[in-house]
């Protein structure tokens, strides 16, 4: 088979990749970064975002197309139907957060924050969750029939290490230098499903080259759901051991911790919900309870990254405020451009 994966250097990709490779695929992957092939793995490089790269790349036929790029549902509609003619199947990175709150498991049937929502200001964005559910419909409503929906919920990796809403750079960067955790106090107490990027990639592996998952949704999930917590502290218990002290966590009400974290939406309309999940589906084709339980996920994963860690950039406006909450101080040395400096100052003592 010959497969294309759009932006797939993550945390799910860069293990689909290898799954399929050594499936005796070939794998064809594309990356903004210049990264060495190898054997039936072949990196493109080029930006996904840019329609002439991927014009380019669809006049190639394609046995599947795994996409995981973000689009808005302008950039999608004016893609979507090229994607679906140039291949026999289309996979397409929807996620778990479409779904509306529920006290029951989640199903792939359970009804839809776009569909359900009365929030006349929430509707008027395109907020992921609403962007991607939309992005269905265009798939949904397609004369096409070859597309697959897969909906992952939040996933974890070597690389990637969340913590309701934040980012690596947002929380674990903090702790790494000996600053406080700021952490919400509403969404600690709720319910939380972390799935391995590996046992979400061999999941979707089931589906590449399956006829019976054409114009079928899947979502893919842990059984498991934990509080956020649990979750801390399992990153809390691997940083102690690892660094040799405790990182400290200073927890806020909704209204102030608003006042620096930009992730309204997807804190409201997710991370304050109880996620659980019905496998059933996806069950069809893999076993669910073989996934790795979340400690020990999290752990093997935290102290890889522990080995040799990368971040990205990092927003010193925010860790500036964050600071002045804490009463921390960050060393200017830590801090790389004069900018990035002088902002920081700005946020911290002056703003």
Known sequence: MKILLLGGTGAMGSHLCSILSKRGCRVV?????????????????GDAQDLDFLNALLAEKWDTIVDFMVYSEIEFNERANKL??????YIFLSSARVYDNSTEFITEKSTRLLDTTADSE???TDEYALSKARQENILQTSSKKNWTIVRPYITYSEIRLQLGTLEKENWLHRAIHGRTIVFSEDIKNHLTTLTYGLDVSKAMSTLIGNSSALSEIYHIASNASYRWDDILNIYLDVLEKELGNRPKVMYQNLSDYFLWN?????IIYDRLYDRKFDNSKINNLI???DFLEAKDG????LKSFLQDPIFNAINWKQEAIKDKITKDVTPLSEIKSIKQKIKYIL?????
Do not use: D, G, M
């Open 262 to 266: 930009p992730w309204k939406y997807q």
């Open 287 to 289: 076993e669910t309870s």
């Open 29 to 45: 992957i594309t990356s903004r970064k210049n990264r060495e092939s190898k054997e039936l793995i072949e990196y493109r490089q």
């Open 122 to 124: 929430y509707l008027q």
């Open 347 to 351: 946020f911290r003592y002056f703003i």
């Open 84 to 89: 679906l003619e140039a291949t026999s199947q």
């Open 298 to 301: 999290i752990e093997k994963c």
